[in-house]
């Protein structure tokens, strides 16, 4: 067995630099030392008087390595039937000839697989150190036969020493090699004792050979030319190893995309798992691609497969070498990335692998853009169990979707299986009971004269442990835990009181309130809004609802048919977030809404000097084409409102405007804008009465 030679990675990791050293430094240039001195041997004593045995022996050599006897799919390590004759070399002639054949067998191996040199390097001179502490064990044991005094023969009281030469040889070599790939975020015992026995049971299959051909080499001094025939077990190994190494690749791998499947993940995920320490945690990644069903349905489960697999190619290219990307199955995909400092490096890779499948794909004719959510789970020092740490990237995957974030990482408090979630459940709850949620509001100003036409109403949480705490902490347990429904009826009385608060003062500026996917589905959203429009005197044009584009995507029927309910009533619909989904202009035509808000990403980058505006303003112009409003979010230079102004939107909301403020500072800002500007406020055309 040599240096483990993965896939995963072209040069070793140098995270445990002191042992890597001297691992490294006692194979070089002890292990090239000793061949030096073979060399030097050699070429003084000479190995003629070998005859033509050795000659035989060394072609087998070269044959044997040409075909490995046994190759581990696992790591990729081999185990080569070529160390049968160079043991049966050291057996007959001692260390010199039995040197230079490893060295000889070393060197045609790493060619063959191409290894880097530094792999040879240490590959080479491991070999030459187990077998010289083999030929220790030889000298021990009194005897030590040399090309001019060859062995003779063989007896039974021989075999004791003839085993503990094969023991030491595979216990030094998997030392040094368990040295060298400590630095893998694993101790050296893990590494040592990885697949033990399958490497001892397959060395002890090859080493096995070696006293038949010592035997087969001193039965007469024409013996040797039946050596050959010893290739037959040879060639009996090797053939049992194909089936063997391609049994086990077909039951380790995806057949489809040729990656690593669940088994293996789960096999290489407890392997760094049980190694991994407080300063270098391990993360899973658990990919979905989003609405991967509409491309089986549409274009057919050949143009599926034909997506699976040029998305396997290209989250196998954005991961780290010593990273392993696996198909879990249908379009779910896991990372495993071993030896992870902190989060913020688990999201640079994250967002590598969402920048290489955010490039359009060509298929059959069609252009395809590939969205995934993924889900981040760390496990810091050992003591996670794999499934456990799966299950947990599972829930951030539909934390991710559910929140249209694309990323997020595990939090005990949105896991509804958690006791923290249940206890951030239960804590968020008496929020809601003690009325410490509050609402903030944002002004929504014309792009042309700056007049307000709209506040937002965004909820807040005063909580008395953590202070004020942002939406995206809370809001998406909410919408889990089903405290969603509480939470909307709460910032809809809210807003509307304070709406009815400015509209007796003069400022008849409507409000915007965020519903969610549940609010449109699982209750009765229309009959709410009802009563609190009688309740608080306001017309129906008092009131905007505003509802994300995935809701109207995911479940169109339902939120549809309320929204629709809705505008009987004079209650209108914003889109918000417009272009982070899937809708199509063409079907905004049929749904019933009168704004159309575009999302910060396709806005911040307007005030950049290269920025092509083309894309908004192609939005903006066929929206004004269906009658709808425009609102443009996240303003926050007055390059970007210039360049808005140009395209015609008809308002912006952002930091350049106002950030959200509470009520009584919100209520000052807009007597100040009224004071400074008459009314200072007017309402844009089928926004609000």
Same mark, same amino acid.
């Given at each position: 067995?040599?240096?483990?030679?993965?896939?995963?990675?072209?040069?070793?990791?140098?995270?445990?630099?002191?042992?890597?050293?001297?691992?490294?430094?006692?194979?070089?240039?002890?292990?090239?030392?000793?061949?030096?001195?073979?060399?030097?041997?050699?070429?003084?004593?000479?190995?003629?008087?070998?005859?033509?045995?050795?000659?035989?022996?060394?072609?087998?050599?070269?044959?044997?390595?040409?075909?490995?006897?046994?190759?581990?799919?696992?790591?990729?390590?081999?185990?080569?039937?070529?160390?049968?004759?160079?043991?049966?070399?050291?057996?007959?002639?001692?260390?010199?000839?039995?040197?230079?054949?490893?060295?000889?067998?070393?060197?045609?191996?790493?060619?063959?697989?191409?290894?880097?040199?530094?792999?040879?390097?240490?590959?080479?001179?491991?070999?030459?150190?187990?077998?010289?502490?083999?030929?220790?064990?030889?000298?021990?044991?009194?005897?030590?036969?040399?090309?001019?005094?060859?062995?003779?023969?063989?007896?039974?009281?021989?075999?004791?020493?003839?085993?503990?030469?094969?023991?030491?040889?595979?216990?030094?070599?998997?030392?040094?090699?368990?040295?060298?790939?400590?630095?893998?975020?694993?101790?050296?015992?893990?590494?040592?004792?990885?697949?033990?026995?399958?490497?001892?049971?397959?060395?002890?299959?090859?080493?096995?050979?070696?006293?038949?051909?010592?035997?087969?080499?001193?039965?007469?001094?024409?013996?040797?030319?039946?050596?050959?025939?010893?290739?037959?077990?040879?060639?009996?190994?090797?053939?049992?190893?194909?089936?063997?190494?391609?049994?086990?690749?077909?039951?380790?791998?995806?057949?489809?995309?040729?990656?690593?499947?669940?088994?293996?993940?789960?096999?290489?995920?407890?392997?760094?798992?049980?190694?991994?320490?407080?300063?270098?945690?391990?993360?899973?990644?658990?990919?979905?691609?989003?609405?991967?069903?509409?491309?089986? =349905?549409?274009? *057919?489960?050949?143009?599926?497969?034909?997506?699976? &697999?040029?998305? /396997?190619?290209? !989250? @196998? +290219?954005? %991961? #780290?070498?010593?990273?392993?990307?696996?198909?879990?199955?249908? =379009?779910?995909? *896991?990372?495993?990335?071993?030896?992870?400092?902190? &989060?913020?490096? /688990?999201?640079? !890779? @994250? +967002?590598? %692998? #969402?920048?290489?499948?955010?490039?359009?794909?060509?298929?059959?004719?069609?252009?395809?853009?590939?969205?995934?959510?993924?889900?981040?789970?760390?496990?810091?020092?050992?003591?996670?169990?794999?499934?456990?740490?799966?299950?947990?990237?599972?829930?951030?995957?539909?934390?991710?979707?559910?929140?249209?974030?694309?990323?997020?990482?595990?939090?005990?408090?949105?896991?509804?299986?958690?006791?923290?979630?249940?206890?951030?459940?239960?804590?968020?709850?008496?929020?809601?009971?003690?009325?410490?949620?509050?609402?903030?509001?944002?002004?929504?100003?014309?792009?042309?004269?700056?007049?307000?036409?709209?506040?937002?109403?965004?909820?807040?949480?005063?909580?008395?442990?953590?202070?004020?705490?942002?939406?995206?902490?809370?809001?998406?347990?909410?919408?889990?835990?089903?405290?969603?429904?509480?939470?909307?009826?709460?910032?809809?009385?809210?807003?509307?009181?304070?709406?009815?608060?400015?509209?007796?003062?003069?400022?008849?500026?409507?409000?915007?309130?965020?519903?969610?996917?549940?609010?449109?589905?699982?209750?009765?959203?229309?009959?709410?809004?009802?009563?609190?429009?009688?309740?608080?005197?306001?017309?129906?044009?008092?009131?905007?609802?505003?509802?994300?584009?995935?809701?109207?995507?995911?479940?169109?029927?339902?939120?549809?048919?309320?929204?629709?309910?809705?505008?009987?009533?004079?209650?209108?619909?914003?889109?918000?977030?417009?272009?982070?989904?899937?809708?199509?202009?063409?079907?905004?035509?049929?749904?019933?809404?009168?704004?159309?808000?575009?999302?910060?990403?396709?806005?911040?980058?307007?005030?950049?000097?290269?920025?092509?505006?083309?894309?908004?303003?192609?939005?903006?112009?066929?929206?004004?084409?269906?009658?709808?409003?425009?609102?443009?979010?996240?303003?926050?230079?007055?390059?970007?409102?210039?360049?808005?102004?140009?395209?015609?939107?008809?308002?912006?909301?952002?930091?350049?405007?106002?950030?959200?403020?509470?009520?009584?500072?919100?209520?000052?800002?807009?007597?100040?804008?009224?004071?400074?500007?008459?009314?200072?406020?007017?309402?844009?055309?089928?926004?609000?009465?």
């Amino acid at each position: 067995m040599g240096i483990v030679t993965d896939v995963r990675r072209d040069r070793p990791s140098l995270v445990r630099p002191s042992l890597f050293a001297l691992t490294w430094n006692v194979a070089v240039w002890g292990g090239w030392a000793v061949l030096a001195f073979a060399v030097a041997r050699a070429i003084g004593d000479g190995l003629v008087s070998v005859g033509p045995a050795l000659l035989m022996l060394t072609v087998l050599v070269v044959v044997s390595e040409l075909r490995p006897a046994v190759t581990r799919v696992f790591g990729g390590d081999t185990v080569s039937s070529s160390l049968a004759f160079v043991l049966a070399a050291l057996y007959l002639w001692g260390p010199v000839p039995a040197l230079l054949l490893q060295a000889l067998s070393g060197l045609i191996g790493e060619l063959v697989a191409r290894k880097p040199p530094w792999k040879l390097l240490f590959n080479i001179g491991q070999y030459e150190l187990s077998l010289l502490a083999a030929w220790v064990v030889m000298v021990v044991a009194g005897v030590t036969p040399s090309p001019s005094a060859p062995l003779e023969g063989l007896r039974a009281a021989d075999l004791g020493w003839i085993v503990l030469t094969w023991v030491v040889y595979h216990l030094v070599n998997l030392a040094l090699v368990a040295g060298l790939c400590e630095s893998d975020d694993q101790t050296w015992w893990a590494s040592f004792t990885e697949d033990f026995w399958f490497y001892t049971l397959s060395t002890l299959a090859v080493v096995a050979i070696s006293p038949l051909v010592v035997l087969a080499a001193v039965a007469s001094p024409q013996s040797w030319v039946f050596m050959p025939l010893l290739l037959v077990p040879v060639m009996a190994v090797n053939r049992t190893a194909e089936l063997v190494q391609q049994r086990e690749h077909e039951s380790l791998h995806d057949h489809l995309t040729g990656l690593p499947n669940r088994k293996l993940l789960s096999s290489r995920a407890e392997r760094v798992l049980a190694g991994a320490r407080p300063d270098r945690g391990v993360t899973l990644f658990l990919l979905d691609l989003d609405r991967f069903k509409e491309v089986n =349905d549409t274009l *057919g489960h050949a143009t599926g497969d034909r997506l699976l &697999e040029v998305v /396997a190619r290209r !989250v @196998a +290219g954005a %991961v #780290r070498p010593s990273d392993t990307v696996a198909r879990l199955g249908g =379009d779910e995909f *896991g990372v495993l990335l071993p030896g992870v400092t902190d &989060e913020s490096e /688990a999201d640079v !890779v @994250a +967002g590598r %692998v #969402r920048a290489t499948l955010a490039e359009p794909i060509h298929l059959d004719g069609v252009l395809l853009d590939v969205e995934v959510s993924i889900g981040m789970a760390r496990a810091i020092g050992p003591g996670t169990p794999f499934e456990e740490l799966l299950r947990e990237a599972d829930v951030a995957m539909y934390v991710a979707k559910g929140t249209r974030s694309g990323v997020a990482m595990y939090r005990p408090e949105l896991d509804p299986h958690s006791a923290q979630r249940l206890g951030a459940v239960t804590r968020l709850r008496e929020g809601l009971d003690a009325r410490e949620l509050e609402v903030h509001y944002q002004p929504k100003v014309a792009a042309r004269g700056g007049a307000v036409v709209g506040m937002e109403a965004l909820v807040r949480w005063r909580d008395p442990e953590r202070g004020l705490v942002g939406p995206e902490d809370f809001v998406p347990l909410a919408e889990r835990s089903g405290l969603v429904h509480r939470m909307t009826a709460y910032v809809l009385a809210e807003a509307l009181d304070q709406a009815r608060a400015w509209w007796d003062v003069g400022l008849k500026v409507p409000v915007a309130v965020n519903v969610s996917m549940r609010d449109l589905q699982e209750t009765d959203l229309p009959a709410r809004v009802d009563r609190e429009l009688r309740r608080t005197g306001l017309p129906a044009s008092a009131l905007v609802l505003e509802v994300t584009e995935s809701v109207l995507v995911q479940e169109p029927t339902r939120a549809v048919a309320a929204l629709r309910r809705l505008a009987e009533r004079g209650v209108l619909a914003s889109m918000d977030d417009f272009g982070t989904g899937y809708t199509t202009l063409a079907l905004l035509e049929h749904l019933p809404v009168s704004e159309l808000k575009i999302d910060r990403s396709f806005v911040s980058h307007l005030g950049h000097p290269d920025a092509s505006p083309a894309m908004v303003g192609s939005i903006i112009a066929l929206a004004h084409a269906l009658g709808l409003t425009v609102v443009a979010e996240g303003v926050e230079t007055e390059a970007v409102r210039a360049s808005l102004e140009r395209l015609e939107v008809d308002a912006v909301q952002g930091w350049l405007v106002a950030r959200p403020m509470p009520p009584e500072h919100a209520t000052r800002w807009l007597l100040e804008r009224a004071g400074a500007r008459g009314t200072g406020l007017r309402l844009l055309p089928g926004s609000a009465g």
